[in-house]
């Protein structure tokens, strides 16, 4: 029974920590585009801009946990719009590396996940965004936030548990690609707004309140690294 338990923890860990075959350079163009039709589309972006806002939020929690704050709880909601709350020193590096990981989140997220799948640890990303998903449900304060997690965290898990390679690189490349150039977009929706008066209290207004940076320092900032983001996954994802 002893040496039964051990083969397959053994072959848990191989699946999870192991690589698979990389996908047909085909496979890869596909995905974008699939990603690119999630993010163009106004009707369609309403809906699947609630998974920026869950890697946006997240990122705003993760930094603050990592900064020393005690995080209070995160709230998703239906316009996809989303509030973290945290507690600690009104200012200081902390509470301006949390401010400034909300829009650049995603984007390097993305980065991140290119780089696991030009290594060719496809499964590897899958049960990564699983666990960092199941992690910020603890810290959900609201029922539609609760709901787009735990839906958000099953399609990852349904598809690393009971699909096979080709399943698994499809949707993975197709992920990666949706946070690289859906991590574009909010910048340019943010920059509109306020150049029409509004969003007065965005990330970026209140860096420029913690900082004395102007406000379009950090849109600038928030462009960068998701453009950068968006051309430097592209490039590994597509073997360039």
Not at 19 to 24: F, I, K, L, M
Not at 76 to 93: E, F, N, Q, Y
Request: with cysteine.
């Amino acid at each position: 029974m002893a040496s039964i338990d051990v083969t397959s923890i053994s072959d848990l860990w191989d699946r999870v920590f192991g690589s698979q075959p990389a996908p047909d350079r085909w496979l890869v163009v596909v995905t974008g585009v699939v990603a690119l039709a999630a993010v163009v589309p106004h009707p369609v972006w309403r809906v699947s801009r609630n998974t920026i806002t869950i890697a946006h939020e997240g990122g705003h929690g993760l930094i603050a946990l990592v900064t020393g704050r005690r995080l209070n709880g995160i709230r998703l909601h239906s316009d996809t719009s989303g509030l973290t709350v945290s507690r600690g020193k009104p200012a200081g590096i902390g509470m301006i590396l949390t401010a400034a990981a909300g829009y650049t989140a995603p984007p390097l997220l993305g980065l991140g996940g290119a780089w696991l799948l030009s290594a060719h640890h496809i499964t590897l990303l899958l049960w990564l965004a699983t666990a960092l998903l199941i992690a910020m449900l603890v810290m959900i304060r609201n029922a539609y936030g609760a709901l787009t997690v735990i839906l958000t965290g099953a399609a990852f898990l349904l598809v690393s548990w009971l699909t096979g390679p080709a399943v698994q690189s499809a949707f993975a490349y197709t992920a990666v690609w949706f946070l690289l150039l859906g991590g574009v977009r909010p910048a340019f929706e943010l920059q509109s707004k306020r150049r029409h008066g509004g969003a007065g209290d965005s990330d970026a207004d209140q860096l420029a309140r913690l900082t004395n940076v102007p406000p379009v320092l950090w849109l600038f900032l928030f462009h960068a690294v998701s453009v950068c983001s968006l051309i430097g996954g592209g490039r590994w994802m597509l073997g360039l």
